[in-house]
């Protein structure tokens, strides 16, 4: 081989490697982390992706989700947390309140983009809302505030009754604070409010039995991921127990739950998708201030309101976002 050739034959070789990584650069990895199960967050998910979409990223062409479910075991989280960060993820988004202190015990350097219901500055995630200051930061939306709101819906359903139950997870880290909201709002209305924890299917099943005991005439439930995942298990209770119920999300409702009242989960989710793709296109946690989604929306089924033999006061309906039929 001529010299001229061989040398030019090296060249071409020493610059094929960095063609390549130039056409083809690594994918990021996002690590997706929740308390509940896959089954009732498909559309919470898909608004996370749309969040992703909007600046950029589609999920399997230029950006790759490594997923995280407790499912309904929170205390499993601080590992699939650890798990993430082994795994070098790019970004990791931790929705619901106990996926955001796991991956915030879990890491000081990966970027964290939260959803809460609560105060995060409260729950030490970051300094302030406007200047986070450190690794994480991400979406607040309504739901310590809408929780004695649904005391007052349910109050508002049967005026007649006197007792009123509340249903709260006992390991959720906002139980003590639901708890004491509902029951000052109760109190205001001079309401009995008579607080059952669950935190299993099969405690589901006995703290609705226990209604009947305590004569309650309708039901509040606190938000929670866990009953996020089992709205249809809430909503089969509620109308097998014949108790009227007001819970926080749409899935509720949908599933054939009677109200739901809360802050928008998807709204969230989609806000928290875009904070995690300007984090992968090189913004700062600590730059970012948290976001807040304040979208709250009222849903009747007036299908179960006539299977319990209810009739939906006007000033309800009047106040309704949608109406099931």
Do not use: C
Request: hydrophobic share 45%; charged share 15%; net charge neutral.
């Amino acid at each position: 081989m001529r010299r001229r050739e061989f040398i030019a034959l090296l060249g071409s070789a020493s610059g094929w490697p960095l063609t390549v990584r130039a056409q083809s650069p690594a994918m990021p990895v996002v690590g997706f982390l929740n308390g509940a199960s896959p089954d009732q967050y498909a559309h919470m998910v898909a608004a996370f992706r749309q969040g992703l979409k909007e600046m950029g990223y589609v999920e399997g062409q230029n950006v790759a989700i490594e997923y995280r479910w407790a499912e309904g075991q929170y205390d499993r989280l601080p590992e699939l947390a650890a798990d993430l960060v082994r795994r070098r993820v790019s970004v990791i988004a931790a929705t619901s309140t106990p996926a955001n202190l796991a991956a915030k015990g879990s890491t000081s350097t990966i970027p964290v983009i939260f959803t809460t219901g609560s105060d995060p500055v409260q729950l030490g995630l970051v300094a302030s809302l406007n200047r986070p200051g450190g690794n994480l930061t991400g979406i607040t939306q309504l739901t310590e505030e809408v929780g004695p709101k649904r005391v007052e819906l349910a109050h508002e359903l049967v005026p007649a009754a006197t007792v009123i139950g509340l249903l709260i997870n006992p390991k959720n880290p906002l139980a003590e604070t639901m708890t004491a909201t509902s029951r000052a709002a109760a109190e205001t209305l001079g309401l009995q409010l008579n607080v059952l924890h669950a935190s299993t299917e099969a405690e589901l099943e006995m703290a609705f039995s226990a209604l009947l005991q305590t004569r309650a005439g309708a039901l509040a439930i606190g938000g929670d991921t866990f009953f996020n995942s089992h709205v249809e298990l809430l909503a089969a209770l509620s109308i097998r127990h014949a108790i009227p119920s007001v819970y926080q999300n749409h899935e509720f409702t949908a599933a054939g739950g009677l109200i739901s009242y809360g802050g928008s989960l998807t709204d969230s989710y989609r806000l928290a998708g875009v904070y995690t793709g300007r984090v992968l296109k090189g913004s700062s946690p600590a730059d970012l201030p948290v976001q807040r989604s304040t979208k709250v929306e009222l849903i009747i089924n007036l299908k179960t309101a006539r299977t319990l033999g209810l009739t939906v006061p006007l000033s309800l309906l009047g106040r309704a976002d949608e109406l099931i039929e």
